[in-house]
């Protein structure tokens, strides 16, 4: 890999200018408030304290996990095709996407990057991955549906209180 991209110019002279990336990510603000965010960057952190993580940049979302334009996930990929990254640490794959993880990592991959997630889950057979799936899908459109209910009700409200009282006669 480093012969294709040392002849396509695009080899970092100095290979200490990469650096490690740790990626974060809660499905909610209220997860954020909790403070999710900052204890998966300590996991990763207190982790990876023997292998020595190298000026690490911290990237943290807050989203779905399907939703495949969170400003950090493609921050994080921008990174690694410019090879600015040369280690990506998560706690858990379901952290960086819900599905096509083998995607991402192929695409990593093939930018030189590793991805190291801390707490790989043992194998799970077809039916349990199955439920995982239907579970995360079944959040996701909850989720949709109680924000477009709560905007109806919301506008619905608008246009009560803009209404002009009226008095029985």
Known sequence: MAELLDRCGLLLEDEDARRDAIYVRVSSHEQKNRGDLDRQVSDIMMACEKEGLDRPIIIRDTGSGLNAKRKGLLRLIEMAKNHEVKRIFITNKDRLTRF?????EELFSMADVKLIALQEKEDKDLQE??????MSLLASFSGKLYRIRGNQKKKMREIIDSMPDQEDE
């Not at 991955?129 to 239907?134: A, P």
């Open 100 to 104: 096509g993880y083998e995607y991402l």
């Open 129 to 134: 991955e199955l439920v995982d799936d239907m």
